[in-house]
C-alpha cells in the first residue's frame, strides 16, 4: 500500500487525483497497486480556492464553456481515457445551464461534480481509497529512519506520514514589493485604503466609499472583477438600449472607478461569435515541418532554436496572413493590387528565412543562425514596401505596435473630456470587432491566430527544442506579455459595462504610463496618479492593488513554500547566460517529464512532483485551462506524474 498526498485541489490537484485513479483501474493482469490518496486543501475539493462556489455568481471566467475539461482523453495518449464529461458535455444538462462565459461559480459547480465522480469511481475500485484534509500543509519533514517517508504537518496540528507528495499548490500569496509596502504604511493613516494584491472573491471592497474615487493598479482580469462587484454587486443594474448596448442604473452606493495601467488601456476583449469556441485556426507559416526543420539544423550545431532568430518570423507571418485575409474578406476597397502579392511575398520571406537559419543560404553576407534580438514587431523596409504597393491607403496595414499600445504617442493635454472620448472610441471599436469574430475583424483574427501560434508554441518549449536563455529572455521577456496585451482580456460583455458605467459617470481614467505615489500628512494622506501624457493628476484616499500577485517562489509569501526553500528541499530555477553568470528564474527546479523537484544540492528528489504554476522556468501559458480533444499539456502531464507513481509500485 501506497499514501500519496496531493497538495492542493483545485483543477490540477483533481487532474493528478482523476489519473491516479484511472491509472490504478486499469492493471490488467495483476492486482493493482493499493492507494490512499490524500487531497489537501482548507478549501472544497475539485473548486479549491479560485474556483470555489461560495463566490458571487456574476464573477465571469475569461474561457469559454467548451474550453474546459479535467478528464484526459483520445488526444492525450493516456490510458483509460474518457472518465468523465468536459464542461460543455456537462452544462448540456438541463441542471446546470452553460454559457459562452461562464460565471467562477459555475465552473466550481463542474470542477466539484468532477471530484465526486472520480470519488465514486475510487470507492468501486477497492483498491483506491480518497482521504480528505481540509487543511493547508505548512511543512514537510524527512525524518531519519522513516524508509523515506515525508511527513506532513498540516495546520490543524496533524500530522500525515506518506510516501509521494505532489504539488499542486496553484497561485500563491507573494511579498509586497518596497512600493507597495509604502501604499500599505500610507493606509495607516485614518480615512485611508490600501487594498493589496487579493483574489477578486475575497477582496474587502466593503471597505471602500461611496461616491469616492477609488484608484486601480492595473486594468486586467482582476479588476473587471471587482468593477462587478462594486456596481451590480452594490444594488446598480444594466439594461439593454433599443441599439443593444446598454444603460447603467447606479443605486448611488457605488465609488468612482479609476483603473490604471502601464499601456493605460485593457487587454483586448475576446471575441465572441455564434462558432464560438473558436475552430482552431489553420496556421500557414508557424507550423510543426517548419520547426522541425529549424531545429534539426540548429541541433546538427549542437545548438537549440532561439525565439526571437528562428521563430518570431514564422509567428509574424502568420499574424500578417491572418490581418490581411480577413481585411480583404471585409474591406475589399482597402486594396489597389491583388492581396495575392502579399502571400507571395510571405511565403517567399519565409522560404528565405527557413533556408538561410537552417544554413541552405546566405542573405547578405550574414552567417546563417545569428539576427539582431530586440522586441520584433516593427515592419521591416520589405515589407514595407510590399504594403504600399498593395493598399489603397497606408491606414489599413497592420500595426503591431500600436495594436498593443494605442494611446503612445497620443497627448491628451488638452481637455479633460478628451481622453474619456478616446477610451470610450477605443472600447466601442474593440467590442464590435469582438462581435464580428476572427471572420469579420483584422484584429480579432490576429487574436486567433496567436491563440493558435502559443498553443504550438508551448509544445516546442515542452519537448525541449527552444533554447533555456531565448525561453526566459525572449518568450518571458517580451513575447508572453505581448500575446496576454492581445489575447487575454475579458469577455466582451465586460467591456460593454465598462462603457456604459463611464457614460454613467462613474469611471474616470488616467491615461498610459500610470505613476502613483504616495503623500502623507495627519489627516491629509491620499494616493496621487499621474500620467505623461496627461496634465490632470488624480487623487483618492483608496487604492486597490488589482494586478495578480507575482508567480515567483523566490518572492512567495506561503508558509510551505518557504519553508522548502529554506531547507534546501526545493531551490528555484536558473539559466546560465553565455557570460557565466546564474540568472535566477520564476519557477522551480524540476527533472524529467514528470516534474520531480530538485533540492538545493542538485539531488533529485525521487517521490516528488511539481505540478502547477510553478513549472514556470520550463512551460508556457500554465494558468490556461485544459482544452478537450486538443492534446492538452496539463492533462499529458497528469498522465506523467501519475503513471511515474504508479510504475515505482509496480
Not at 237 to 256: A, I, M
Not at 550 to 561: G, Q, S
Request: proline share 8%.
Amino acid at each position: 500500500m501506497a499514501d500519496i498526498a496531493i497538495i492542493g485541489m483545485g483543477p490540477r490537484g483533481l487532474t493528478v487525483l482523476e489519473r491516479l485513479v484511472a491509472l490504478s483501474c486499469a492493471q490488467p493482469d495483476e492486482a493493482p497497486p493499493r492507494l490512499h490518496i490524500h487531497v489537501i486543501d482548507p478549501f472544497p475539493p475539485g473548486a479549491g480556492r479560485v474556483w470555489r462556489t461560495d463566490q458571487s455568481p456574476s464573477l465571469l471566467m475569461n474561457t469559454t464553456a467548451a474550453e474546459q475539461t479535467v478528464f484526459a482523453d483520445d488526444s492525450c495518449g493516456a490510458p483509460n481515457p474518457n472518465q468523465g464529461p468536459s464542461m460543455a458535455e456537462w452544462s448540456s444538462d438541463p441542471r446546470s445551464p452553460g454559457s459562452y462565459f461562464p460565471s467562477r461559480v459555475e465552473y466550481g459547480r463542474y470542477l466539484r461534480d468532477s471530484y465526486q465522480r472520480i470519488a465514486s469511481r475510487a470507492e468501486g475500485s477497492q483498491a483506491t481509497r480518497i482521504i480528505e484534509h481540509q487543511a493547508r500543509v505548512t511543512d514537510i519533514a524527512e525524518p531519519d529512519g522513516t524508509d523515506g517517508q515525508q511527513v506532513l504537518r498540516l495546520s490543524d496540528g496533524s500530522r500525515l506520514a506518506v510516501d509521494f507528495t505532489v504539488l499542486c499548490v496553484g497561485h500563491i500569496e507573494a511579498r509586497l514589493t518596497d512600493e507597495r509596502r509604502s501604499y500599505a504604511e500610507l493606509s495607516r493613516e485614518p480615512g485611508v485604503e490600501y487594498l493589496p494584491p487579493c483574489l477578486p472573491a475575497e477582496t474587502p471592497v466593503n471597505r471602500l466609499k461611496p461616491g469616492e474615487p477609488v484608484i486601480f493598479r492595473g486594468f486586467g482580469l482582476n479588476y473587471f472583477d471587482l468593477q462587478d462587484l462594486l456596481t451590480t454587486g452594490r444594488g446598480g443594474r444594466f439594461t439593454q438600449n433599443p441599439d443593444g448596448t446598454l444603460k447603467y442604473h447606479s443605486s448611488g452606493l457605488e465609488p468612482v472607478l479609476v483603473p490604471s495601467s502601464r499601456r493605460g488601456v485593457p487587454y483586448r476583449c475576446k471575441p465572441i461569435t455564434q462558432a464560438h469556441p473558436l475552430s482552431e485556426w489553420q496556421l500557414r507559416y508557424f507550423i510543426p515541418e517548419n520547426i522541425r526543420n529549424l531545429a534539426q539544423a540548429q541541433a546538427a550545431e549542437g545548438q537549440k532554436l532561439s525565439f526571437n532568430d528562428h521563430l518570431w518570423p514564422l509567428i509574424l507571418a502568420d499574424i500578417r496572413s491572418a490581418w490581411y485575409r480577413t481585411l480583404y474578406r471585409v474591406r475589399p476597397e482597402a486594396f489597389r493590387a491583388d492581396p495575392v502579392h502579399m502571400h507571395d511575398a510571405l511565403t517567399h520571406f519565409v522560404t528565405e528565412h527557413i533556408g538561410v537559419r537552417a544554413g541552405r543560404t546566405e542573405k547578405g553576407g550574414r552567417a546563417a543562425g545569428t539576427s539582431p534580438a530586440g522586441l520584433l514587431t516593427q515592419a521591416s523596409p520589405n515589407w514595407v514596401a510590399v504594403e504600399q504597393r498593395v493598399l489603397a491607403d497606408p491606414g489599413f496595414a497592420l500595426d503591431l505596435h500600436r495594436l498593443l499600445r494605442p494611446m503612445e504617442g497620443v497627448d491628451f493635454a488638452e481637455p479633460d473630456s478628451d481622453l474619456r472620448e478616446w477610451m470610450l472610441k477605443f472600447l466601442r471599436r474593440d467590442l464590435a470587432a469582438a462581435q464580428a469574430g476572427p471572420s469579420g475583424s483584422p484584429g480579432k483574427a490576429v487574436f486567433a491566430a496567436l491563440w493558435a501560434a502559443r498553443n504550438l508554441l508551448k509544445t516546442v518549449v515542452v519537448d525541449g527544442l527552444l533554447d533555456p536563455l531565448s525561453f526566459t529572455s525572449e518568450v518571458r521577456g517580451w513575447f508572453e506579455g505581448f500575446v496576454s496585451g492581445i489575447c487575454d482580456g475579458p469577455p466582451p460583455q465586460r467591456f460593454a459595462e465598462l462603457i456604459a458605467l463611464t457614460e454613467a459617470g462613474l469611471v474616470d481614467f488616467v491615461g498610459p504610463g500610470v505613476q502613483i505615489k504616495t503623500v502623507g500628512g495627519p489627516g491629509r494622506g491620499h494616493f496621487v496618479a499621474t500620467s505623461p501624457a496627461v496634465d490632470r493628476p488624480i487623487r483618492a484616499t483608496a487604492l486597490v492593488d488589482a494586478s495578480t500577485p507575482a508567480n515567483n517562489v523566490r518572492f512567495a509569501d506561503d508558509e510551505l513554500m518557504n519553508s522548502m526553500l529554506d531547507r534546501g528541499q526545493v531551490r528555484p530555477a536558473v539559466v546560465t547566460t553565455p557570460m557565466g553568470v546564474d540568472m535566477p528564474l520564476t519557477g522551480l527546479d524540476v527533472d524529467g517529464p514528470s516534474y520531480r523537484t530538485v533540492t538545493a544540492d542538485g539531488t533529485v528528489h525521487p517521490r516528488r512532483f511539481a505540478f502547477s504554476i510553478q513549472l514556470s522556468a520550463v512551460q508556457l501559458g500554465l494558468a490556461i485551462a485544459a482544452n478537450p480533444n486538443s492534446r492538452a499539456q496539463s492533462l499529458i502531464d497528469a498522465n506523467t506524474i501519475a503513471q511515474a507513481i504508479i510504475d515505482d509500485l509496480t
